[in-house]
């Protein structure tokens, strides 16, 4: 199993302002992924963390919006960029870890809420 | 292309009456199905998986679920809601686990 831990786990953010929100895990990890669950929505994927190379993002999802960093293999952050309130969501990060047979490990998720 | 459909959005039942959430998947390949819980203001935890072994899966909290490849289906139940059952669950499919594709999820009300 695996704890993830995440940072902020609220704020509530100004227009046009950006955040980061930190991912840590106490395990090894094989892959990272960061989820944006908008209000009353499912979960979407944004991009899996690629340790020390770019990050890879779906479709609808850009770099310059949601850079994404993971310098090791149990920490990684996302930025959302220039926010507007059409990014007030839930932004969960996932994991696999190394000892299990596929699952993934949430954590909290932070809650943002753009003004 | 892989994806997941859950039949109803909202479920609402009477403690101690059972369970059932509809999931449908769709896979060019193998699939792995797991059903995962979200309480409010909290993170998804893992219900039970199927990854290729026995088709009927026991989970936590005495959920269950059967594997139907013929009916490309992976329901979820329980024999016996209880209050604190009350929660959104997402379906999920994977191939290789590598990405995994989320449902709309099911909002389950328990009622006393």
């Known amino acids: 199993s695996a704890v993830i831990s995440q940072k902020p786990s609220r704020d509530i953010c100004q227009r046009g302002t950006s955040l980061t929100i930190q991912c840590q895990v106490d395990?090894?990890?094989?892959?990272m992924f960061w989820y944006r669950q908008q209000p009353g929505q499912s979960l979407t994927l944004i991009a899996t963390?690629?340790?020390?190379?770019?990050?890879?993002?779906e479709s609808g999802f850009v770099i310059d919006k949601f850079p994404i960093s993971r310098p090791n293999l149990t920490f990684s952050t996302l930025t959302v960029s220039n926010m507007s309130p059409e990014d007030s969501s839930i932004y969960l990060c996932?994991?696999?870890?190394?000892?299990?047979?596929?699952?993934?490990?949430f954590g909290e998720g932070s809650r943002l809420t753009v003004l | 292309a892989q994806s997941v459909t859950q039949l109803d959005s909202h479920v609402s039942v009477s403690e101690g009456t059972p369970v059932l959430l509809r999931c449908n998947y769709s896979?060019?390949?193998?699939?792995?199905l797991f059903w995962y819980v979200q309480h409010p203001n909290k993170g998804l935890q893992l219900l039970l998986k199927?990854?290729?072994?026995?088709?009927l899966v026991k989970g936590i909290n005495g959920f269950e679920a059967e594997f139907k490849k013929s009916e490309t289906s992976f329901h979820l139940t329980k024999p016996s809601a209880h209050m604190s059952d009350a929660a959104e669950y997402f379906c999920?499919?994977?191939?290789?686990?590598?990405?995994?594709?989320f449902g709309s999820g099911t909002k389950l009300n328990v009622k006393p």
């Open positions: 996932s994991v696999r870890t190394v000892d299990t047979t596929g699952e993934l490990f």
């Open positions: 395990s090894q990890v094989t892959m």
């Open positions: 963390a690629n340790q020390g190379s770019e990050a890879t993002y």
């Open positions: 896979s060019s390949y193998s699939p792995s």
């Open positions: 199927y990854t290729s072994a026995a088709t």
């Open positions: 999920v499919v994977s191939v290789n686990f590598n990405k995994f594709y």
